[in-house]
């Protein structure tokens, strides 16, 4: 049977899943669908969906700084894409002269590649990047680069225009569908089972269930190479005369300290966070750490730590002063499948006869909803700014054209030999549920 005849399922309705299903239909096959366990989609608590997401290509990785670019170029489409990007540019704070900085290396490819950088080596020059009437820190001691070839997303219409796309190729997608086993023949995977007794049956699956995956599965065991882990994030609402002052702003990340924060967006909301190892929430026997969102627990997921509450409010602080007088209206643990090294988890379980694809790893994967109220949100991630062309290396590493490098980089059987650098420390502190924040603490 020719490859596009494939009768392929993909498990999770997020950035990896819907652009592998979107590029395999673009190839021509012809029976792609992909389910999700959420009952409406974009999933309230899923992996993609969110109202801003980074979209920037400082990596000190050239592979996934290119392919970054690659995808910004698609972003600008407004064709293709609406208006879900916006150009804002990413301002890094750094050293661009301390060479084993991760802000200069991922400086220097952007110099490589004819990116628009400009790098800034005084208080004086860096305060001058944000918008007249904007109150900013003194960024004392610090350099940094403002790169005006990237920006932010919004990341649910994103979502939705890529669910859009795939209908119009004949996709399939099925919404509240909650997979709780692979059907197996042998060695060979043949579909899947829900919840509510319903199966799939497919040549080809395709797990694309972000920070889910490892609880979802855990007979595959697979926490030696990635796990879900959550990160802090927290929001504060501007006043519409405050929001056009700080409108113009640029994402600004800071990764010392991890911190980044967003300019305010249509609703007048900035949203910052901390990007670090996070919190693990380890569940049953085998201690799989689990997404802790406001679908799992309504009345406290959406609380972080209440020490995290401080650090943030400190770290916006040095970035906007007088914004950080304001109370917190709004507190997420985004949870993030992620990957030891850093690096994406793309290629077939060794022991399923090409019929088990992984595509997950996001390292930073997040989520929106209308009511910010009830959802989860997440911001820097390694996945949701490739959503226009994450999926072509998913259909190569299916069809076998990967290429040698990249299957060995993405493999699920490898031995990480390195931690992601990008994060601020490597250690992850598992979630005291006692700790969580109170309304007290936001004010």
Not at 86 to 95: D, K, P, R, T
Not at 211 to 239: H, Y
Not at 356 to 380: E, K, Q, W
Not at 394 to 408: M, R
């Amino acid at each position: 049977m020719a490859q596009e005849h494939r009768k392929t399922l993909i498990v999770g309705s997020g950035c990896f899943g819907l652009s592998t299903a979107f590029h395999l239909l673009k190839r021509g096959w012809t029976d792609v669908t992909v389910i999700d366990r959420a009952a409406t989609l974009p999933a309230l608590d899923g992996a993609s969906n969110d109202f801003n997401r980074i979209v920037r290509t400082s990596y000190t990785d050239y592979f996934y700084a290119k392919l970054a670019h690659d995808a910004i170029e698609s972003w600008r489409d407004r064709d293709e894409w609406n208006d879900a990007y916006h150009e804002s540019g990413v301002f890094v704070l750094g050293s661009p002269d301390a060479v084993v900085d991760y802000a200069h290396k991922s400086y220097l490819n952007d110099l490589k590649m004819g990116l628009r950088v400009v790098s800034f080596h005084n208080q004086t020059a860096l305060r001058e990047v944000f918008p007249p009437g904007a109150q900013v820190g003194s960024f004392a001691d610090r350099t940094g680069h403002l790169n005006r070839d990237g920006g932010w997303a919004n990341a649910g219409q994103g979502v939705s225009i890529l669910i859009t796309k795939v209908k119009e190729l004949g996709g399939k997608i099925i919404s509240g569908k909650n997979v709780i086993e692979l059907t197996k023949l042998g060695r060979k995977t043949t579909g899947v089972r829900c919840s509510d007794g319903t199966t799939f049956n497919a040549s080809l699956v395709v797990l694309a269930t972000g920070s889910w995956t490892g609880s979802a599965f855990p007979d595959l065991q697979m926490e030696n190479i990635f796990r879900a882990t959550g990160q802090c994030v927290a929001m504060v609402k501007l006043t519409p005369e405050e929001g056009d002052i700080y409108r113009n702003s640029p994402v600004v990340l800071d990764f010392s300290s991890g911190f980044y924060v967003f300019p305010p967006n249509e609703d007048n909301l900035v949203k910052m966070a901390v990007h670090a190892a996070g919190y693990t929430h380890s569940v049953g026997a085998k201690k799989i750490s689990t997404p802790r969102t406001v679908t799992s627990d309504p009345e406290t997921g959406l609380q972080i730590p209440r020490a995290n509450v401080k650090e943030l409010r400190d770290w916006l602080r040095m970035v906007y002063p007088a914004l950080a007088e304001k109370p917190f209206v709004a507190t997420r643990l985004c949870w993030y499948n992620d990957s030891v090294d850093g690096d994406w988890v793309i290629g077939y379980h060794p022991e399923s006869e090409d019929s088990l694809m992984f595509a997950t790893g996001g390292s930073g994967n997040s989520i929106r909803h209308h009511n910010l109220f009830v959802s989860d949100y997440g911001s820097l991630g390694h996945a949701y700014k490739f959503l226009p062309v994450i999926g072509r290396l998913v259909a190569d590493a299916i069809e076998g054209k990967l290429s040698a490098d990249l299957t060995a980089k993405f493999a699920v059987t490898r031995i990480p030999d390195k931690p992601d650098q990008s994060r601020r420390g490597q250690i992850t502190q598992e979630l005291d549920l006692s700790q969580l924040c109170i309304a007290q603490d936001l004010q």
